[in-house]
């Protein structure tokens, strides 16, 4: 069974800061990885996607990824009160025929 | 308008009753799933499709059916609903590696709140 591990918080973060979130998972082969963005009631967005270790850079967002710890992150600098939302990680396998496992996901609350 | 559209948006409706879930994309891809969101328990993919003559269980497929009528398309059933499937249902799709930029990229529909009463 892959696992796919998140802090359900809140991480509460002031308006301005850096917030970090962080996401384990179990298969070692897992080669795409996706951060996706949900508000309360709404469908996820993507935010960000990384494939190879290292960090990957959007504008405030990083993602950053270390297959050999099997973890990545996403970090959100400036962060704003819009920025609250709840965010996903998901993990793809080593196939063009495998699926996405999520994790459960961060709560982050950006305070003005 | 919306790449992937999912009908009804919300729905309430008893035990035992037959209900289905309808998705329609115009994204042009070829994958397509359907995952439940419970509070605390995260996304869990019910059924998934990578072509219209392919159809996959996913974690969590007791209970329902899918049927996959077009590229465009594709429906999940609840066959004699339960409360216990009352849950917010999302329908994604995704193409296969290598034919975009990013590799197995999904993209959600709006949501489906059902309740069973």
């Known amino acids: 069974q892959k696992e796919v591990e998140q802090n359900s918080g809140p991480l509460s973060v002031p308006e301005g800061a850096i917030a970090s979130l962080n996401c384990t998972y179990s298969?070692?082969?897992?080669?795409?990885f996706f951060w996706y963005r949900q508000y309360s009631g709404k469908s996820p967005e993507l935010i960000m996607s990384?494939?190879?270790?290292g960090d990957k850079e959007d504008g405030r967002f990083t993602a950053q990824l270390n297959k050999a710890s099997q973890y990545v992150s996403l970090l959100i600098r400036d962060s704003q009160p819009s920025d609250s939302a709840t965010y996903l990680c998901?993990?793809?396998?080593?196939?063009?025929?495998?699926?996405?496992?999520f994790g459960k996901g961060t709560m982050l609350l950006v305070s003005p | 308008d919306a790449d992937v559209t999912q009908t009804p948006r919300n729905r309430i409706t008893k035990t035992g009753k037959r209900i289905m879930l309808e998705c329609s994309q115009t994204?042009?891809?070829?994958?397509m799933y359907w995952y439940r969101q419970d509070p605390g328990l995260g996304l869990r993919l019910i059924y998934y499709?990578?072509?219209?003559?392919?159809?996959n269980k996913g974690e969590i497929s007791d209970g329902y059916s899918v049927s996959r009528q077009a590229q465009a398309k594709f429906s999940l059933s609840l066959e004699s609903a339960i409360p216990n499937q009352t849950a917010l249902y999302f329908c994604?799709?995704?193409?296969?590696?290598?034919?975009?930029?990013?590799?197995?990229?999904?993209?959600f529909g709006p949501g489906t709140r059902l309740t069973v009463l």
């Open positions: 994604a799709t995704s193409d296969p590696p290598g034919r975009q930029t990013s590799t197995d990229t999904q993209y």
């Open positions: 298969d070692r082969v897992s080669q795409s």
């Open positions: 990384i494939y190879s270790n």
């Open positions: 998901a993990v793809g396998g080593d196939s063009g025929y495998s699926t996405l496992t």
């Open positions: 994204k042009g891809h070829d994958r």
């Open positions: 499709s990578f072509d219209v003559k392919d159809i």
